[in-house]
Structure formats: C-alpha cells, structure tokens
C-alpha cells in the first residue's frame, strides 16, 4: 500500500519569469526616501513610481505598454510640497490615484488616458486632516470614493473623497506611529500594526479595538499582516536572534511578533491575519492568526537574518501570500490552507539585482491566456522590471481551477451606506473571456455648499482654529475661472478616441520636429566654424 508523500497542490509547480529588456521601464529616478512603502502602485491600465523630484514630491504614471526607455522630460505628477510616501490606486476606478506625503496632505488625482503634455499639478481634491506626516494610504475594497489615511501623529483618517469629508476619525487607538493598515474583504475591520509592536483588530465605524496582540514578533523592526480567506491572520516579522519569522494567528487568542521592528498584517480570505515581523535576535518571521484566538498563532516560521521588512501581498483566489523583503533580491511565496502547518512554503524566485521597492498587479489586469497568477513590478535603482508568476499547463483553455470570479471594479455600497453600517462583499467578474475594462469614468467632487451648515439658534460665538472640524478643512481644488464646468462639480476634460489619437501624433511629429532642427543647428555650426578657419587662411 502506497503512502502519500508529497502534499498536493495545484501551485506547487509555480514559477517566476522576469519580463525581457524590451519589456522594463528604464530610466525612472526611483524615490531614496527612507519609508517602509512600496514606492509603486499598478492597475490594469497605468503603472504608477515615486521618483526623485526637487522642490517637492512627485511620483510618475506610466501606460502599461510604454516600455522602454521614459524620455527625461516626461510628465511628471506633482503637487505635494514634500516627498510623496505612498500612492495607492482606486480599485473602483483606474484613472484616480491618491498620494501621501511628508507634507501632512492628501491629494486625489485624475489621470487621463492620453499622454500629458506637462506635469499634472493640479488634484482633484486636496484632504487636509493630519497634523504629521502621511505615510499610509488603503481605499475601501467594497465602497465607492472611501479613502484610509494614517499619520505620523498616530491617528486614522477615513474619508469621503466624493465630498471631501471625514468620516471617521480614530485618534484614541494607537500610541505610537502606525505601520501598516489592512481592511478585510468586505471592509467591516481592520487590521493595524504598530510601533509599539501591538497587532490590533480595529472595527473602524465603532472607534474600538474588537482585539489585540502584543509582541506578535519579538525583534523590534517593522511586521506586516494580512487576514487570510477563512479568518485569520497571517504574519510576517523578526525574531530575537533577528531571524524573519512567518507566523499563523487565531485572532481570539491574541502577542505578536516580539521585535522592536516595523510589522505588517494583511486580512486573508478565510478572516485570519498574516503578518510579518521581527523577532527580538532581528531574524525574520511570519505568523498566521486567528482573529478570535490571540493567544497562540496558528502557525509561525523562522525565515533569515535581514534588516529589510518584508512586504506581503495576498492573492485572496489562490489563497497564496508573496514575501518580498526591501532590499532583498528574492520574492518568496506560500501557499495557506486549512491543512497543518496551514503555512505551506512552495518556492523562491531569486535574481540578482536587490529591489528597493514593488508593485503587485490586481487580478483582472492578468493574462488568463498564459496561465498568469501574479505580476510583480520590482523597482531598482533607475528601472523598474515585471516578473510574471505562471502555472504551467498543456491545455490552451480557460483554467477555471486558476481563475475564479474575481473582485471587479463596481463598488457594492455607497459612502454613506458603509458608514450606516451595511456591510457588502466586493462585485465578482468572471476573467473567462478576459478582462475588458469598463469606459472610462470621471470622479465627481461635490462641493459643499455652506449655507447648508445653519447656526445654532443660540447665542453666536466666535470659532477658533481648534474647533473647526477636520471635515470643514478638507477642501477640494477649485475649478479654473476660465474652465466651463458647473460650479458644483470637478470634471478634468477626457478627449475622445479620435482627439486622443490626433494629440499622440501631433507630440511625435513635434518631437521629431524638434529633433531635426537641432541636427540642422549643429550641421550649421560645423558649417560656420568650416567657413571661419577658410577665411582664417585666406588672410
């Protein structure tokens, strides 16, 4: 009687490809800021960079098929006053992207389909709120315009990006410089972590923290965490010996990571968390966790010795978690599933340059045709290279196992539903016939009007600075005077197909142009110079 050895699994087999020479972005000054972010965030139709940028911060947007070389001239987002620290894309609609900066702001930004022919300075909507700097930002996966800000003041900011309005506001909750923040699937909690080395599970809409787990990694550098597809809670982060750990939590028996280093959690599809940290030597770990059981983790791996914080990133189909250390040269992947050790390492994909930042692709923007699971975009120090993850198969036809409905771009609530309390799961499509992206929208800002706002029927009293709320100082850009829109709403002008084309070939004939006037100056000046030592001669 035969006994089986090897575990079963579809995605044992998987392996990662970097994308060829022709198909990287070469020459992008990537950001030497000193944060633990990606430094990329990428969609179905842009890739987005923060780069090197004087007198402030600035990031880059790119179309996925503009390859090769980026001119130095090329248009640049900007904006913020100081260094730009993370950017995150809507997941309802893939021309608006948020920033946040060292300069204590928010911008919200709308990116045209047609190249830009000068930097875009002007956002849709500028969220004032914070009083240090913004390090964090995360859209809400089911609900239309809601925006997630934290800050170096230790608070966390929900907003309205419709209106420009708070709407929530948790300052009472964490205690030192908040990490890193994850919603679950249908955004009702989140997971935090903090560096304080405390993992939290924070239901945002009641301002209190449902449960919480101290030193859930030992070392002292930062932990990650995401919530796993059946409820708990996957970490990564550093132990004693300074070895990267990997652990598995139940979040009803909550301590972490022991590390004195920055830890990240992620929600998974099942509701657990993953997180990565420290441990208290400085060696790497992940655990697993289960948000009604903090006490134990459900699974907890040593990784190595490194100082650079791991990055997860969670693909809720597969139920697959990717590790990727800042600084290393490495992605890892796992694979978590309700078998023990719940935490099943499947393979490295190595090369040799390190990565100083990444970018991780949502499903829809996937080719199905080539058994694609996952696309990475790995920053180096002046380029930034694709690397493809693939599930090698024989046949040629959809692979219904690979791919199941996945989370679309409609959002499933609205603003105020969400902050009612309605909770809602995200709107699946199906990949099938691959993914066609929907028409372009234009995110709309209503303003505020402020006769809405009446006074107090009582006695009128001055309002100073501090009891304005942070709702009334966020305030959106106003229109240009000599733009003709209507005066309640912000819509950036989109040209047509046929506009959009024209444009293109106006600025390559311009640039070629351009070109050949600067060959015939310089064909002139060798003339010029000829002529002279002629002349010179002649004499």
């Known amino acids: 009687m035969s006994r089986r050895v090897v575990r079963q699994s579809k995605f044992r087999h998987v392996f990662g490809q970097a994308a060829k020479a022709d198909q990287t972005y070469e020459d992008i000054r990537v950001s030497k800021v000193t944060w633990d972010s990606s430094f990329c965030a990428v969609n179905p139709k842009f890739l987005a960079i923060i780069v090197e940028a004087g007198g402030g911060g600035a990031f880059i947007v790119l179309p996925l098929a503009k390859t090769g070389r980026v001119d130095k001239n090329y248009p640049l987002v900007t904006g913020h006053t100081a260094p730009v620290l993370d950017i995150d894309w809507c997941p309802h609609n893939d021309n608006v992207i948020a920033s946040a900066s060292d300069d204590t702001t928010i911008m919200v930004w709308q990116i045209p389909d047609y190249t830009p022919v000068r930097n875009i300075t002007e956002p849709i909507i500028t969220l004032e709120g914070h009083s240090k700097r913004v390090g964090v930002l995360s859209w809400h996966p089911t609900a239309r315009n809601v925006l997630l800000s934290a800050g170096g003041d230790n608070v966390i900011i929900i907003w309205n990006v419709g209106t420009g309005e708070v709407l929530l506001s948790l300052d009472d909750l964490h205690p030192d410089i908040i990490h890193s923040v994850c919603w679950n699937s249908n955004g009702s909690l989140l997971a935090t972590t903090c560096k304080d ?289 209507p005066s309640t709403l912000i819509q950036p002008l989109v040209p047509s197909p046929q506009q959009q084309h024209t444009l293109e070939t106006l600025l390559e004939e311009i640039k070629t142009l351009r070109e050949r006037v600067q060959a015939q100056e310089q064909r002139i000046t060798a003339l010029e110079n000829m002529l002279c030592e002629l002349v010179d001669g002649t004499d």
């Not at 599970?201 to 550098?221: F, L, M, N, T, Y």
């Not at 550093?238 to 990240?264: I, K, N, T, V």
């Not at 959690?265 to 790497?284: D, L």
């Not at 100083?356 to 990475?376: H, N, Q, Y």
């Open 197 to 485: 080395k405390t993992l939290r599970i924070i239901d945002p809409r009641k301002s209190q923290v449902v449960a919480e787990r101290a030193r859930p990694h030992e070392g002292a550098r930062p932990l990650r965490a995401v919530f796993t597809a059946d409820g708990k809670l996957l970490s990564t982060g550093f132990s004693r010996m300074s070895e990267r750990q990997l652990a598995l939590w139940d979040p009803e028996r909550f301590a972490a990571h022991e590390g004195m280093r920055p830890m990240r959690a992620v929600f998974t599809r099942q509701g657990h968390i993953f997180t990565t940290g420290f441990t208290r030597m400085s060696q790497r770990e992940l655990g697993l966790w289960d948000p009604n059981n903090f006490e134990e983790p459900v699974a907890l791996q040593e990784m190595d010795t490194s100082n650079g914080v791991l990055l997860p990133f969670y693909d809720p189909d597969s139920s697959i978690v990717y590790l990727c250390g800042k600084g290393d040269s490495s992605i890892r992947y796992f694979e978590i599933t309700d078998e023990p050790p719940f935490v099943h390492y499947l393979n490295t994909f190595s090369s040799k340059e390190p990565q100083r930042g990444m970018g991780f692709m949502p499903k829809r923007g996937l080719d199905v045709s080539k058994c694609e699971i996952a696309r990475f975009y790995k920053l180096h120090e002046r380029k930034c290279e694709p690397i493809i993850m693939t599930v090698p198969r024989k046949s040629d036809l959809f692979q219904d196992d690979l791919y199941p409905d996945t989370p679309g771009p409609e959002a499933a609530l609205e603003a105020d539903e969400w902050l009612s309390g309605q909770d809602a799961e995200p709107v699946l499509i199906s990949l099938r016939d691959g993914y066609v992206p929907p028409k372009h929208r234009e995110l709309r800002v209503t303003k505020r009007n402020i006769l809405d706002a009446r006074p107090p029927s009582g006695p009128r009293r001055s309002q100073s600075a501090s009891d304005t709320p942070l709702s009334v100082r966020s305030r959106p850009v106003p229109p240009r005077p000599d733009t003709p829109l």
